[in-house]
């Protein structure tokens, strides 16, 4: 089992940057990868970006070259530096985490990221 907690998020106006942060405790030592979605009112939940065990990562289009994760696992934290933020960026961030040898999925309670000015 495994517990996510997030923080970060907040109200940025268009074009600022955030941070968010996703410390994970528990069985950690089975996750295969961690990572963002977000959801808005009405729409299914939709990968942001991920980071894989290995350090392989992929991302959303719509994110790339503004959105960096990376993750520090001295820390057991995973990291969403967020850049460039848009309107259409505005949801609730959703940490996740694969687990285990079948992929359990794991989910943090969300923060939500607001973009206007």
């Known amino acids: 089992q495994v517990r996510l907690v997030e923080s970060g998020g907040g109200l940025v106006q268009p074009g600022g940057s955030l941070i968010l942060s996703c410390v994970a405790s528990?069985?950690?030592?089975?996750?295969?990868?961690m990572g963002w979605h977000r959801q808005t009112p009405g729409k299914q939940r939709e990968l942001v970006a991920e980071?894989?065990?290995?350090?392989?990562?992929n991302s959303a289009d719509s994110v790339k070259g503004r959105f960096t994760i990376s993750r520090d696992n001295a820390k057991n934290t995973v990291y969403l530096q967020m850049n460039n933020l848009k309107p259409e960026d505005m949801a609730v961030y959703y940490c996740?985490?694969?687990?285990?040898?079948?992929?359990?999925?794991?989910w943090g309670q969300g923060t939500q990221v607001t973009v206007s000015s």
């Open positions: 980071v894989i065990s290995d350090g392989r990562t």
């Open positions: 528990g069985s950690i030592s089975s996750i295969y990868a």
């Open positions: 996740h985490a694969k687990w285990g040898s079948s992929w359990d999925w794991f």
